[in-house]
């Protein structure tokens, strides 16, 4: 099982007391915060021993994560996406602990090296990947799985075309619109 979170803005602290606590942070997350996609595997259940081995991973900073997700799809197991049923909450946060912030994270030797442990770009699977989604009424095929990989790779080259393409047309309309 994995999905994907919900981040959100927890300002004050949860009284566990409460009796609707649940309720009422669900409530937050749902208008307030925002799902992250895909890429942002933010939980997962698996059987114990399923994994033999994993590589020298940092835990916690990025690919180590996609990695699970590959290695459970490549020993034939079904990966099922739990997003549409689970609202897993992750509360917002900076990232001041590493000198570089944010883009550090994403791009300091740790994240290097765990994209090498990993394998490299088709080894790093998302959500999308999952074989399965649980839907209210139980769990279905995901046909999408089928294209991931091909999105994940042709998005980062097809976007700056799009917007390439776009512009012009933006910039006809725009002239047009002051006449």
């Known amino acids: 099982m994995v999905g994907r979170r919900w981040d ?13 606590w649940s309720r009422t942070t669900k409530t937050l997350a749902k208008e307030h915060g925002i799902q992250q996609p895909g890429y942002s595997v ?5 059987r114990r021993g399923f994994y ?12 180590w994560d996609h990695w699970l997700v590959w290695k459970a799809r490549q020993q034939g197991a079904a ?20 000198p570089a912030g944010a883009r ?3 791009t300091d030797e740790q994240a290097e ?3 090498r442990l990993a394998g490299g770009r088709w080894h790093l699977f998302t959500v999308d990947d999952a074989t399965h989604i649980l839907r209210e009424h ?20 097809c976007i700056p075309v799009w917007f390439g393409l776009r512009q012009p047309v933006l910039d006809a309309a725009l002239l047009k619109n002051r006449r």
């Open 52 to 63: 033999a081995s994993i590589p020298a991973l940092v835990i916690g900073r990025i690919w």
């Open 138 to 157: 139980g769990e279905a095929a995901n046909p999408g799985r089928f294209w991931a990989p091909y999105r994940r790779y042709l998005r980062p080259k």
């Open 113 to 115: 090296e765990n994209y």
């Open 42 to 46: 933010d939980y997962f259940a698996f």
């Open 79 to 98: 990966v099922v996406d739990a997003s549409e049923q689970v609202t897993a909450i992750h509360q917002n946060h900076n990232y001041v602990y590493h």
């Open 104 to 106: 550090g994270v994403w």
């Open 8 to 20: 959100t803005d927890i300002t004050e602290a949860i009284d566990f007391n409460v009796p609707d």
